[in-house]
């Protein structure tokens, strides 16, 4: 029985993928190289700023540094959170069904605290985490385990206990490698199959866990 659910914010919680498209394009765009949201799904959804930014710098040769880039982005990043952004279907429903059933819940991320509270405190949701773990908790990301180890120590449980919520291949990777079953609630890319087989499902949306649960 799965005691503790696990959450990732990014593309799963959070309608922020496209934000972080633009982010990119308008970024690329100031060195004139088109940036299209096919490339970004396929290359960059799922990993983490600096991942990505040292992977924008090699392939695009800019003349830039890893750091200066990272100021840029999260400056303008600031901004467009600032408009708003949306949560996606079933998220409120399926954590008030968690706490309704007394099942722990853990918000693990690879980005900053103050980004994450600040997001989840503008829908309301914040309360509903026991735990939350950051980047900064963390020697290594996605797809390595640590974030979801860190996240079953924090809860109190074993790995097995626990449940993964991921919508990217590096997420379910790092579930995989902790050993904490994992469901995929894609958003802008669809896992490759070698990716769905490592989960317990792939659902078009969160609150079809609800179902996966009752029939545990």
Not at 6 to 28: A, H, T
Not at 51 to 77: A, D
Request: aromatic letters at 10%; a negative charge.
């Amino acid at each position: 029985m799965t005691k503790t659910v696990i959450f990732d914010l990014d593309g799963l919680m959070i309608d922020s993928e496209k934000i972080s498209y633009e982010l990119y394009r308008d970024f690329l765009e100031l060195y004139g190289h088109p940036f299209s949201i096919g490339e970004y799904a396929q290359g960059y959804s799922g990993h983490t700023g600096v991942e990505n930014m040292v992977s924008l710098i090699e392939t695009y040769r800019l003349p830039i540094g890893t750091e200066e880039g990272l100021q840029w982005v999260n400056k303008r990043e600031e901004m467009y959170m600032d408009r708003g952004v949306d949560l996606k279907e079933g998220v409120k429903e399926l954590l008030e069904y968690l706490r309704a059933g007394g099942r722990g819940i853990v918000l693990a991320i690879s980005s900053t605290r103050d980004r994450a509270v600040n997001v989840l405190k503008a829908h309301g949701i914040d309360g509903y985490f026991d735990y939350m773990v950051f980047g900064a908790d963390i020697e290594r990301g996605k797809p390595y385990p640590d974030i979801f180890l860190k996240a079953c120590e924090k809860a109190g449980e074993k790995p097995e206990e626990c449940l993964v919520l991921e919508d990217s291949e590096a997420g379910i990777q790092a579930a995989c490698r902790a050993h904490v079953p994992v469901i995929c609630v894609p958003d802008m890319k669809k896992p490759a199959r070698e990716y769905q087989e490592m989960t317990e499902a792939v659902y078009d949306s969160l609150l079809k866990v609800m179902g996966y649960l009752e029939n545990q």
